[in-house]
């Protein structure tokens, strides 16, 4: 099954010559997914054809004291202690770790 996002490769000539060729045959032999390439085309040069509306300047202003507020309210979560404190005070009493020799 061809799905929307080959489609749009499809359309913008984004594909290698073999999907290209897979697709082209896939819409030369259903219509409704000729079809529905037609939806997804005309989809997009309706969004493309929307102006541009700039963003006022106190709703950006709002935005990044907005912004600058959350960052300096985030807390770095601790990590979780790995050792209990009376484990710590038993190894630190037992003295050195002792390694096995090997015999040579």
């Known amino acids: 099954m061809i799905n929307d996002d080959e489609l749009l ?11 290209r060729a897979r697709i082209g045959a896939a819409l030369a032999a259903q219509p ?11 989809r997009l040069d309706a969004a493309a054809a ?3 509306v700039p963003v006022p300047a106190e ?3 709002r935005w990044r004291v907005a912004l600058d507020h959350a960052a300096s309210q ?15 005070r038993l190894r630190a009493n037992a003295g050195p770790p002792t390694v096995p020799r090997a015999s040579v």
Do not use: C, N
Not at 32 to 42: F, K, T
């Open 74 to 88: 985030t807390r770095v979560a601790q990590a979780p202690r790995r050792f209990s404190a009376p484990l710590i």
């Open 9 to 19: 490769l499809y359309h913008y000539r984004e594909l290698d010559a073999a999907d």
């Open 50 to 52: 929307i102006p541009e």
């Open 59 to 61: 709703a950006l202003e």
């Open 32 to 42: 409704e997914l000729a079809q529905r390439l037609q939806s997804l085309v005309a």
